[in-house]
């Protein structure tokens, strides 16, 4: 790392042991779902969606990069749904916004 | 993320707020996961770890730009007045003028960190021992680009010009420059149309850190003492 760059990083990362200290008093836990997730169960080429003018080239989406493959989400649906999932080549993902 | 515990699929849903976000929650065991890491927070199952892989904030041409061949999910599932608040909050979300959520967000927020103002907006970038945080404010004063290091390696990060979003990639340059709405890397490779070139014009498959776009409170209280980049 740079002179500059380890100046610029001197602030401390103590993050890994603050991340588990979870404060259940001010959590908002709930039972179900506040939202209802979208299962996915079938997908489109893109490009097809894109030709048929349901999308167009600014259209705002999501990249999921899983190991099992790439797929991609309308973001306007998911700041709905929040919470997507499904399988692909044999792996289940999930995608939560 | 892979919802896979134990060898076990497990089903979740969002179940939760904790510090102005989204807590996912298990059917199997009841218990709440932070929606970023992927580790769960509070339960039986305390302590574990999902397997995560990045989400990320493109458009449609830098998409296919990357994935010729990629696929789309379309719900067909949300009613008129889901459709309607959606196309409000999407804009809304990257705001300048965009409040707070409901009081409700804010009663669960823990002490927050004021090196940035709450609902600044910026590219959070993390690995296993490195949480850093860039602001789009800083990002656009380094004309839309700038090369810095992660846990020893080089990471570029950038704000594409065809969608005004950022993202970060690794790279083995040291330095780079916008040439109209090319971004040129000294290593020899472009940055064109949502897509990274090397010397010899070949498409390249960019790798990524984990990343979000999001609000400071947001990357902060998830990553407290999280690093903050200062051009």
């Known amino acids: ?97 | 993320m892979t919802p896979v515990v134990n060898g076990k699929t497990h089903r979740f849903g969002v179940r939760g707020l904790y510090n102005g976000l989204v807590l996912m929650g298990d059917y199997e065991t009841g218990s709440y996961w932070d929606h970023i890491t992927g580790a769960c927070l509070h339960g039986p199952l305390k302590g574990y770890q999902l397997e995560i892989f990045p989400l990320l904030h493109m458009n449609v041409a830098q998409s296919l730009a990357q994935w010729p061949e990629v696929h789309v999910a379309i719900s067909s599932e949300l009613n008129l007045m889901q459709r309607l608040l959606a196309s409000i909050m999407v804009p809304l979300y990257r705001s300048k003028w965009a409040i707070f959520p409901p009081v409700v967000f804010k009663m669960t927020m823990g002490k927050e960190d004021t090196r940035r103002k709450r609902m600044d907006f910026g590219l959070g970038v993390w690995t296993e021992t490195t949480h850093r945080y860039y602001p789009l404010e800083i990002l656009g004063k380094m004309r839309g680009a700038l090369i810095d290091e992660l846990d020893d390696r080089r990471v570029l990060v950038y704000t594409d010009p065809t969608s005004n979003i950022p993202a970060a990639i690794y790279t083995d340059a040291t330095q780079s420059a916008w040439h109209n709405d090319e971004l040129k890397l000294d290593n020899g490779e472009i940055f064109r149309g949502g897509k990274l070139y090397n010397a010899q014009g070949v498409a390249q498959t960019a790798v990524c850190p984990m990343q979000i776009h999001t609000r400071w409170y947001g990357f902060s209280l998830t990553f407290p003492g999280c690093q903050l980049y200062q051009a």
């Open chain 1, 1 to 97: 790392m740079s002179k500059v760059s380890s100046e610029i990083y001197q602030q401390n990362n103590q993050s890994k042991k603050s991340i588990n200290k979870f404060d259940v008093s001010r959590a908002m836990l709930r039972d179900k779902d506040l939202f209802s997730s979208f299962h996915v169960k079938s997908t489109y080429p893109l490009r097809k969606v894109l030709d048929r003018g349901e999308v167009n080239d600014t259209t705002p989406i999501l990249v999921m990069n899983h190991k099992a493959g790439t797929l991609t989400f309308l973001k306007h649906q998911i700041v709905s749904h929040h919470l997507a999932y499904g399988e692909m080549a044999g792996q289940q993902w999930m995608i939560i916004l």
